[in-house]
Each structure stands twice: as structure tokens, then as C-alpha cells.
Antibody
């Protein structure tokens, strides 16, 4: 059973860069899945950020595209998120997830809270 | 972007009740729709994919139906562990989008 685990700083300064990593265990990141980042501001709903395939192909949410980069490291079986020029509006729980068009997002990390503050 | 509108946004129900949540898409998404359950402080859990296919391990009291622009999630007999927030998600086009959520609480 695949498991995902997010890691990264819980506090990022305003105008700085948010960087998170998701380690995949119990399965290969080179499987036929897309690997996504989803966030949830406190008390609010879910927002899809972007995704990557093991060959490096990416798709991003246009609302964040200018500030987001998702990358993959197959040797470490992990993928990462970078979000630049952050503001308080980027404060959220960030989840990584495994997904496909047909089967939805079937595995999720437990989430990590990132607070943006000066 | 495909907008997903869930109704109701809040639902108060009793143990044993039959509960139905609707998700309407702003444009046709075929059957590329998933349903998730999220409990407080936890990650979402996949319940249904491809509009009506039950994810492995999910109790059979959960069911999904619909295609195109209108979808429903039904809980046939509400159990104490079902009190949570439910989200629909479309996977037909980018960006992937979620409904605003339906919170199911105990009456």
C-alpha cells in the first residue's frame, strides 16, 4: 500500500518561497499515476495546485502557475513543490496525493500546515 | 475552469437517515467525477471514482450516480462515523477542481 509523507518548513516569511517535499513509499513514483499537490486554507475548501508525471510532464492551476514549480526526483522516489512570492493567502494545509483521471486521488499524505507570516 | 456546485452546503441528519448530496458541474464532465470524505484534521479519503465506482474498502452504504453535469452521492443509512465534510472533484479537464464541500452533522 503506497504511503505519502510531506515535509518542509511550517513557517515561511512573506514574499519568500514555500518549499515542500513528498516522499512516496510502498510504491514507485514511476507508476502510471500523476502526483499532485492540493492545499486547504484553514476552515476552507480544497484547491488543486498542480501535478507531475514521472517523465517530468506537469500541469498547473492557472491561478498559481506564475509562482509554482513541481519537480520529481525518481532516484529518491519523491516529488516537490515550490511556491514563490508567498503571502498570508498562501497559509494552508498542503497535501500531496497520487491520482489518475479515471480513479481520482486514491492516496494522500497526512498534510502539513504552512503559515506565511512576516 | 469547470465549476462544481454542491448542495446543500450543510446538512443535519440522524443516525439511520438516507442522505443525498448533489454536485452540479458548469459544463459536461462525462463520468470523470470523484467523491471524498474529510474528517476534521485529516486528509480527504476517496469514496467513489468514475462517478459510481466504490473505492476498495469503502462501505457499500455509499453510492454514487450521474454523468454529464449532475451527480449524486448517497449514504443509504447514516452511521456515526459518517459525520464529516464531503467534496466532489472533477478530473475531466484542467485545472482539477473541487466542490465547496457539504458538511454533514448530527441532528
Amino acid at each position: 500500500q503506497v504511503q505519502l509523507q510531506e515535509s518542509g518548513p511550517g513557517l515561511v516569511k512573506t514574499s519568500g518561497t514555500l518549499s515542500l517535499t513528498c516522499v512516496v513509499s510502498g510504491g514507485s513514483i514511476s507508476s502510471s499515476h500523476w502526483w499532485s499537490w492540493v492545499r486547504q486554507p484553514p476552515g476552507k475548501g480544497l484547491e488543486w495546485i498542480g501535478e507531475i508525471y514521472h517523465n517530468g510532464g506537469t500541469n498547473y492551476n492557472p491561478s498559481l502557475m506564475s509562482r509554482v514549480t513541481v519537480s520529481v526526483d525518481k532516484s529518491k522516489n519523491q516529488f516537490s513543490l515550490k511556491l514563490t512570492s508567498v503571502t498570508a493567502a498562501d497559509t494552508a494545509v498542503y497535501y500531496c496525493a497520487r491520482g489518475s483521471m479515471l480513479r481520482g486521488f486514491d492516496s494522500w499524505g497526512q498534510g502539513t500546515l504552512v503559515t506565511v507570516s512576516s | 475552469d469547470v465549476q462544481l456546485t454542491q448542495s446543500p452546503s450543510f446538512l443535519s441528519a440522524s443516525i439511520g437517515d438516507r442522505v443525498t448530496i448533489t454536485c452540479r458541474a458548469s459544463q459536461g464532465i462525462s463520468r470523470y467525477l470523484a467523491w471524498y470524505q474529510q474528517k476534521s484534521g485529516k486528509a480527504p479519503k476517496l469514496l467513489i471514482y468514475a462517478a459510481s465506482t466504490l473505492q476498495s474498502g469503502v462501505p457499500s452504504r455509499f453510492s454514487g450516480s450521474g454523468s454529464g453535469t449532475e451527480f449524486t452521492l448517497t449514504i443509504s443509512s447514516l452511521q456515526p462515523e459518517d459525520f464529516a465534510t464531503y467534496y466532489c472533484q472533477q478530473l475531466n479537464s484542467y485545472p482539477r477542481t473541487f466542490g465547496q464541500g457539504t458538511k454533514v452533522e448530527i441532528k
